[in-house]
């Protein structure tokens, strides 16, 4: 969250940061006036409590020198000024609890080098990856839903008898490919010095603040029923959250961790072709990179950071976009944000690159400077004598497994219908080098005439 003093000190800039970010549901003139009204009962409160002092210690020395009717006087004048204060002080808690609460409203200030836009529309690409130097494709290019029904290694009407819509199986070579993708992915990053961890699936509300996803996305996650729990949305919430409440040293920084989950989001998504396949689902897996750092160098950190979770696309040779998000289109706590977007050439879409195929997020990677840490109480000690301050906090995902699979069967795809095995993926799969697919099981198989 922004510093309460931030936020009245430069009304002027938080303002402008709210309209670029077209968060027009703040009502930032009403959180300045209670602010007022609370630092007036403050003050308020203080003079009481100097004047009930003063008139508390003075009753004794009246009543030493015989003084009794103003002794009297003195000790009504006591209880006026504690039954005041009270009141006062009950009034300022109820404000600073408000405060508190549309604290928690305000978005992340951008920083300066986030373009100023509405939407998705104005995000400023920033370099392409990988398009030099193509595969040879086939003349049409299966999606990869449908290429992964005729392998029958993705399954999504059984996943949706077990589980609903949004949900799918992985059989056999797909299976195998999305584990190959996981560990190759926690391989690299442990060379970038990320340090893993495997973090509890279910978080508390504490935790889900900590890191914006409350009060703000609440109907975008899965709430577990009888208990203050809900289903991860991203391994940036535990991970995050791990170090509420410490205080790190600067011997402790830069702290990396990395973390495979699944994770679980309703996603709303768009129609169509859009969500068909494993695009945009209810439950995925990806390997999440979690930063912790010092304030004056979190910036050459995201670049840094950045590097980091494009490396895993780089090995994997498929092409990519890097995009710096504009102010509309970041997330709530991010001051700056690199998405970075794998091309899929399955389908095509109008936002899709002038070659055909779609664009695939499968990493953003954000700053978000102290925004979480004053949220989540994450602190640090620059020197054993100085006093704490708030750290600042990055993550990228290292990355989206699910897409950057749907990546691969669609690039990697050949002309008879069978995927080549990237080749840094080979170790992992057995030295397996081609995904040639399974013959279907059961009575339906029969029914379609897939089996004799």
């Given amino acids: 969250m922004l510093d309460r003093k931030f936020i ?107 373009p100023v836009g509405q939407d998705e529309e104005d995000n400023v690409e920033v370099r392409r990856e990988g398009f030099d130097d193509l595969r040879d494709l086939p003349a049409e290019v299966v999606p990869h839903y449908d290429l992964g029904e005729e392998l029958d290694i993705i399954d999504e009407a059984r996943g949706a008898k077990v589980s609903g819509s949004g949900f799918y199986f992985l059989k056999g070579d797909g299976a195998r490919l999305e584990h190959a993708l996981v560990q190759f992915m926690l391989d690299v990053h442990r060379e970038q010095e990320y340090v893993d961890v495997f973090p509890p ?57 990395q973390a495979y989950t699944p994770n679980f989001r309703r996603e709303a998504g768009e129609h169509g072709v859009a969500t068909r396949g494993i695009v945009r689902v209810h439950q995925f897996n990806k390997v999440e990179l979690v930063n912790f750092v010092e304030p004056e160098g979190s910036y050459d950190r995201l670049e840094g950071l950045l590097a980091e979770a494009e490396s895993v696309l780089r090995k994997l040779e498929l092409p990519y976009r890097i995009l710096n998000l504009c102010t509309g289109d970041l997330t709530f706590g991010s001051a700056k944000t690199y998405d970075i977007e794998v091309w899929a050439p399955g389908d095509d879409m109008d936002d899709g690159p002038e070659r055909g195929g779609r664009w695939l997020e499968v990493s953003s990677a954000s700053n978000f400077e102290n925004f979480q840490a004053r949220r989540a109480g994450l602190r640090y000690r620059p020197e054993r004598h100085e006093s704490t301050e708030y750290l600042h906090t990055l993550n990228a995902s290292g990355t989206a497994i699910g897409r950057v699979m749907v990546a691969v069967l669609e690039y990697y795809q050949n002309d008879d219908g069978t995927v080549t095995v990237p080749e840094v993926l080979r170790p992992y799969m057995g030295g397996q080098e081609v995904i040639e697919g399974h013959e279907p099981v059961g009575e339906s198989a029969l029914g379609s005439g897939e089996k004799e």
């Avoid at 309209?19 to 009204?37: K, P, Q, T």
């Avoid at 109907?219 to 919430?237: M, N, Q, R």
């Fill in 201 to 257: 699936i279910p978080v508390n509300s504490d935790a889900m603040t900590g890191t914006t996803q409350l009060p703000k996305f609440a109907d975008d996650a899965y709430k577990i029923e009888g208990d203050d729990l809900w289903l991860c949305p991203t391994a940036e919430v535990p991970v995050t959250n791990m170090y509420a409440g410490d205080i790190l040293l600067r011997d402790d920084l830069p702290l990396k961790h």
């Fill in 8 to 114: 009245r000190e430069r009304p002027d800039e938080v303002r402008a940061a709210l309209e670029n970010r077209g968060a027009d549901d703040v009502d930032l003139d009403e959180f300045l006036d209670l602010d007022e009204e609370w630092r007036e009962l403050k003050a308020r409160g203080d003079d009481l409590r100097h004047e009930r002092n003063e008139v508390s210690r003075s009753i004794g020395d009246l009543k030493q020198e015989g003084k009794d009717e103003e002794a009297e006087e003195a000790i009504e004048r006591s209880g006026e000024l504690k039954a005041e204060l009270e009141e006062v002080e009950e009034r300022a808690s109820e404000l600073d609890d408000e405060l508190q609460e549309r604290s928690l409203e305000i978005p992340n200030v951008p920083h300066e080098s986030v």
